[in-house]
């Protein structure tokens, strides 16, 4: 049986393709991110992963034009009106992950409230980076242990990091065909496999998640080590070559 990873982190790439592919608005391509997300967290519950990070806005998606950037921010707090008490129905835990400061009243008081409603909750841990930029959460935390006076290690960076609250990334997926990190856990996938998907996020299914999966069980994480060290030949068969 396949291992299944604990953790997966997703950039949710493509929507705007999505959308200009069918004369659409990019925004109507955003929507359909928000569907595909309602998706994906069922299934990943559905094969028992623990904690589920998407990238949802990154620190340069403020360079995007006025009216995509007002638009997706409208999205997010409707969205979070409307998908938050069926989350907490589904035992989904609920984190924002990235700088709070500069966001509006309405996207603010809609982070603040689904947090403390599914903040009891267990099943998944659900960290939505918005506003989020792996350099932006290294210099938050290295500012952190200098205004407490504390040593910078690579422990206390981790603990000061906006994801300390969850092991770092098994598998981290990016939809969208591109092949780069854009900015997303740079710390913490210090050690991640990656899966690259073709598949634009509104079309990222169920069997989509189960080949990423599939090939995340094929690697052999080595974490600096030889294959021989990680993967020790099983005794009954070294016994039984002996004999031989
Ligand atoms: C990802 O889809 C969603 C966000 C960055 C908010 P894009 O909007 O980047 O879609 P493409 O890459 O233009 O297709
Ligand atoms: C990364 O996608 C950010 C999110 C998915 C939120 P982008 O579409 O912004 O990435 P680049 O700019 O193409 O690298
Ligand atoms: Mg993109």
């Not at 359909?32 to 904690?51: F, I, M, P, T, Y």
């Not at 589904?90 to 982070?111: C, M, N, P, Y």
């Not at 422990?155 to 780069?180: C, Y």
């Not at 998907?197 to 509104?202: A, T």
Request: aromatic share 8%.
């Amino acid at each position: 049986m396949t291992q299944v990873p604990q953790h997966i982190a997703i950039v949710m790439d493509g929507n705007g393709r999505w959308a200009s592919r069918r004369f659409l608005p990019r925004i109507a391509g955003h929507r359909q991110g928000v569907e595909s997300l309602r998706r994906c967290v069922r299934a990943v519950v559905a094969r028992n992963v623990k904690v589920l990070t998407v990238f949802a806005f990154s620190s340069e998606n403020w360079n995007r034009p006025a009216d995509e950037v007002s638009g997706l921010m409208d999205l997010f707090a409707m969205a979070l009106g409307r998908e938050v008490p069926q989350l907490k129905l589904d035992g989904i835990q609920i984190h924002f992950v990235g700088e709070r400061t500069g966001l509006s009243a309405k996207v603010a008081a809609g982070i603040a409230q689904a947090e403390s409603a599914t903040a009891s909750n267990s099943r998944l841990v659900l960290n939505i980076c918005f506003n989020y930029g792996g350099r932006w959460d290294i210099v938050q935390a290295a500012a952190t242990l200098a205004a407490q006076g504390k040593p910078v290690t690579e422990q206390t960076m981790s603990q000061a990091m906006a994801l300390a609250h969850v092991a770092d990334p098994d598998l981290v997926v990016r939809t969208g065909g591109e092949q780069r990190i854009s900015n997303f856990l740079l710390w913490q996938s210090a050690y991640s496999e990656f899966y690259f998907s073709d598949k634009l996020w509104p079309e990222f299914d169920e069997g989509e998640l189960d080949r990423a999966i599939e090939s995340y069980g094929q690697r052999e994480r080595r974490f600096g080590k030889t294959s021989g060290q990680v993967n020790p030949p099983d005794p009954s068969e070294v016994t039984s070559l002996q004999q031989d």
